[in-house]
């Protein structure tokens, strides 16, 4: 029987998503953990990969499941309470969905979103999960009119990792702003104007493509290059005419969506 898992985790101390042979990962400890529960081998396929530190909230992954434990009503709730409490704190699965036998969570995706936070200056409140990014002088309008040449269907070539084995470059990005992001009370007064995001949302994303964007980004915001130099960098097709990657710890993928309901 085909199910999704809807997860959520902690980057920080795995090399990403993906099954690695010596170094851990989230789909490694997802997969020991629901083996040793169902007492079955269970391999899970994740909707796509996440980079070394990277985050994810509502991540969605599948597993072919042959146990005929019924998982709803009470005993989903008690197979819940029991996978999460094999799982390291920094992974929690939020819901376990069965599907029809040819849904797949990472072919069948429609669209992913990424969230990159970034503070402009340090502060005691705002943890790992923002990047300090040292300019009092940001100019997040330029960054808004660089984003925008990221929209629509193109080549990011550019913004692809240096020896990726992707040969499809081409991807279709629907949205690329950046925006305030203070943090809800009593720190809010702390954050306000300090704290940014940037979201983007794409049918698929290369590797280390979104880290890229926003360190491409930056030398817009800090009036190294002009908003238009975006589209000039990706006209290039190459990696080294674009900006840094920026830290993987502030990067969270927040969003997928199916043209089929997950319930």
């Given at each position: 029987?085909?199910?999704?898992?809807?997860?959520?985790?902690?980057?920080?101390?795995?090399?990403?998503?993906?099954?690695?042979?010596?170094?851990?990962?989230?789909?490694?400890?997802?997969?020991?953990?629901?083996?040793?529960?169902?007492?079955?081998?269970?391999e899970i396929t994740g909707c796509g990969r996440?980079?070394?530190?990277?985050?994810?909230?509502?991540?969605?992954?599948?597993?072919?499941?042959?146990?005929?434990?019924?998982?709803?009503?009470?005993?989903?709730?008690?197979?819940?309470?029991?996978?999460?409490?094999?799982?390291p704190n920094s992974i929690k699965v939020l819901g376990i969905y069965r599907m029809h036998q040819e849904a797949h969570a990472r072919f069948d995706a429609t669209s992913r979103t990424y969230k990159y936070y970034l503070s402009t200056e340090p502060s005691p409140f705002l943890g790992p999960h923002t990047w300090y990014f040292k300019c009092r002088n940001l100019d997040m309008e330029a960054m808004n009119?660089?984003?925008?040449?990221?929209?629509?269907?193109?080549?990011?070539?550019?913004l692809q990792?240096?020896?990726?084995?992707?040969?499809?470059?081409?991807?279709?990005?629907?949205e690329a702003y950046w925006k305030k992001a203070p943090l809800p009370a009593p720190f809010a007064r702390e954050t306000a104007g300090k704290r940014i995001v940037f979201t983007v949302t794409?049918?698929?994303?290369?590797?280390?493509?979104?880290?890229?964007?926003?360190g491409s980004l930056l030398e817009v915001g800090t009036h190294k290059k002009d908003p238009e130099w975006i589209a000039e960098m990706l006209?290039?097709?190459?990696?080294?005419?674009?900006?840094?990657s920026v830290p993987g710890e502030a990067l969270f993928l927040c969003d997928i969506k199916y043209p089929y309901p997950i319930k």
């Open positions: 029987m085909k199910y999704f898992i809807k997860l959520s985790y902690d980057g920080a101390g795995f090399n990403g998503w993906q099954l690695q042979k010596n170094a851990p990962s989230i789909q490694e400890e997802l997969q020991k953990a629901f083996s040793l529960l169902l007492k079955e081998d269970i996440t980079d070394s530190g990277v985050n994810a909230v509502n991540y969605i992954a599948h597993a072919e499941i042959a146990s005929k434990m019924a998982l709803s009503g009470k005993t989903k709730h008690h197979f819940l309470y029991k996978i999460n409490a094999i799982l009119k660089g984003a925008a040449y990221f929209i629509g269907t193109k080549d990011f070539s550019s990792k240096t020896g990726s084995d992707v040969t499809n470059p081409v991807c279709t990005v629907s794409s049918n698929r994303f290369l590797r280390n493509m979104v880290r890229a964007m926003v006209k290039k097709k190459n990696r080294s005419a674009a900006g840094l």
